[in-house]
């Protein structure tokens, strides 16, 4: 996968992003703990004859932290940068904690928003103070933290990869270890190996935390591209309140249940399945006018 990184700067502010691929743009907004190096669900659409932009959200990467002052200036910033691309229309992917941003962006710019996607994706308040994730999160991932945090955790994959995979990986699943091992396949723990490798935090988790509670029902009203909601039965991450709230809210969407291992859609023995529901939903949307 052949990557360019650049940066644009804007009013002081620094928005670094990612370009892979040509053809039809798609714009994503990452996860939590990620940046414009994902790589999660790129060669299905890659393969596909997509092209995809991927700014590192606000905190995240280079990209500057007051980016992430409010939902609606980081929108601001992205659509800038499309500008600045002199990219008129795109598809729209959001993923887990880049939900928020996505529909913020689609309400605020619907004549730039061909289809929006929502993978895995926060879309109501997520974590609160009263959650006891929530309070670890400040702890381990406060920035002066969290990059001792990932480097111990990457370190520990590379040398015990397995046992790693078999650790973490039932915090993103509501399936037991049973289960989950009957669901995923061994190329996954080489997955979560590189995932653990190139996540950092910076500022923007917890920049993320707070804007979760950002997101209104006009929001969801303000919408107007066909929207297809993609989220896994065994999520242990993030509830399904979270697509079955978009799927009521808005009006021309289609909610789409997976019986994958839990959060991490893009891995396992159904990823395949995925990735075929989102690249008919695509192409059916290619042509249309938001």
Known sequence: MERTIEKYSIEGITIEYSLVGKGEPILIFHGGHSNCNE???YKSLLDSGYSIITPSRAGYGRTSKEVGESLTKACGYYVNLLKHL???????????AGGPTGIRFASLYPERVKSL??????????LTNKDLAYKAAHIIFRPSVEG??????????????????????????????????LKSEVSD??????????????HGFLIDLKQSKEIKDQ???????STLIIHSVNDGFI???HPQTAQKKIAKS?????????????IGKSAKKVNQKLISFLKSQSNMVP
């Open 239 to 241: 509830s399904l309140e």
């Open 254 to 266: 289609e909610l789409y249940l997976v019986d994958t291992w839990g959060h991490l859609i893009w």
């Open 86 to 96: 002199q990219i008129d229309q795109v598809h729209v992917i959001a993923i887990s």
């Open 39 to 41: 790589e999660f669900g």
């Open 189 to 202: 723990v080489i997955e979560f190996k590189k995932m653990n490798a190139r996540q950092r935090s910076g």
């Open 148 to 181: 001792i945090t990932w480097r111990v955790l990457s370190r520990l994959s590379n040398l015990f990869p397995k046992a790693m995979f078999k650790m973490m990986a039932p915090q993103f699943s509501s399936l037991d270890k049973k289960e989950l091992q």
């Open 117 to 126: 996607i929502l993978e895995s994706a926060v879309s109501k308040e997520w």
């Open 219 to 225: 929001d969801f009203k303000s919408i107007k591209s």
